[in-house]
Every structure is written in C-alpha cells, then in structure tokens.
C-alpha cells in the first residue's frame, strides 16, 4: 500500500509539472486560437493526425472540436483509409497522401507525436509546409525531435513518459475547445 501511495503521488506531481500550462506554452496556445478564430471565420477547416494513443487524441479532439467548438474538423482514423493508403503508398507516407487528398487552402494541419520521431507523422509534417498551411505540432521528449523543428507553432512536453506526454496534449488541446466554448 505505501508504494502505490508512493507511486500515485509521484506520478501526480510529474503530471502536473509537465502539463502545466507555462507562460510559454500559454502563449503558444494563445497564438493557436487566434488561428482557430481564423480558421472558423474563413470557413476552412482544421485536419489532425497521431499514431496510437495519439490518433485516439485527436478523434477526441476532432469531434469535440466540431461539435462544441463548432469548428470543421476532421481526422485519419478510418481503417479503410489507414490500410488502403499504407498499401498504395507506403505506411511512411499514407498520412502525407491523406493530407494531400483532403486539404485546401487555408487549413490547419495538427499533428502529434509523442516521440517526434514517427516517420509518417515527419513526412506529413514536411509535405504541409510545402503546401503552406499554418501547421502545429505536438510532441515530446523534451523537444529533443525532428517534429519539435517543424511546425509554426511547436507544443513540446518536457518529459520521457509516453502517457504524461500524451495526457499533456489532450489537456492542451481540449483546452482550446473549451476556450472557443467560453466564447473569449
């Protein structure tokens, strides 16, 4: 019982360390809802993409993004779409081709990484650039990662831990959902 109170405790301050919103990462949220407003008022749309628990992040965000955000938001997470563009192009490019099939002008690619390092998630990474979209990235590893260097807008987690990494961006990124909900 004492180690588990142990742990528990540890593994809270850790969380609450790495997620807190610093005065830097404010600012960096602050920047990407103001692209957000943008994006809502020109009617275009906000695209994001993960691996793993990563993709289950940005389904969340996705939906409440659209539905309580009211903001056009979609994601890869459809196993038809993952397989059959894995298939045709390669796994290190589906993300990349889906990008390029369902991107306008003028939208907002998110993605995520924890690592930084996901070889698809870096080539999407490189191929919205080259389309100039406004592009935002999530990682971490303490920025020590090729996707930290990518993005307009970089969101990096200071922490080796996969799911406090992951946990810090979903806390992040539903925090601009909510943002749009209290109508700032």
Known sequence: MKKTKSF??????????????????????????????????DKKKIIISGNGGSAAIASHFSVDMTKNGKVRCINFNESDLIT????????????KKAINFFSDS????????????????????????????????????KGKNKLSKLGDINLIVNSNNY??????????????????????
């Not at 809270?12 to 809502?40: G, H, P, R, W, Y």
């Not at 563009?85 to 290190?92: I, L, P």
């Not at 490189?126 to 990235?137: G, P």
């Open 163 to 184: 799911n406090l990494i992951e946990n810090s961006h979903q806390y992040w990124l539903l925090s601009l959902v909510d943002m749009l909900n209290a109508n700032i």
């Open 106 to 141: 003028g939208d907002l690619i998110i993605l995520i990484s924890s690592s930084g390092n996901s070889k698809n998630i870096i080539n999407a990474a490189k191929f919205a650039k080259s389309k100039k979209h406004k592009l935002i990235t999530l990682s971490g590893f």
């Open 8 to 41: 528990l405790k540890n593994y809270n301050n850790e969380f609450l360390n790495v997620a807190t919103i610093s005065l830097d990462i404010q600012k960096k949220i602050e920047k990407i809802f103001q692209l957000i407003l943008k994006i809502k008022k």
């Open 84 to 95: 059959c563009f894995s298939n045709d192009y390669g796994y290190e490019n589906w993300i």
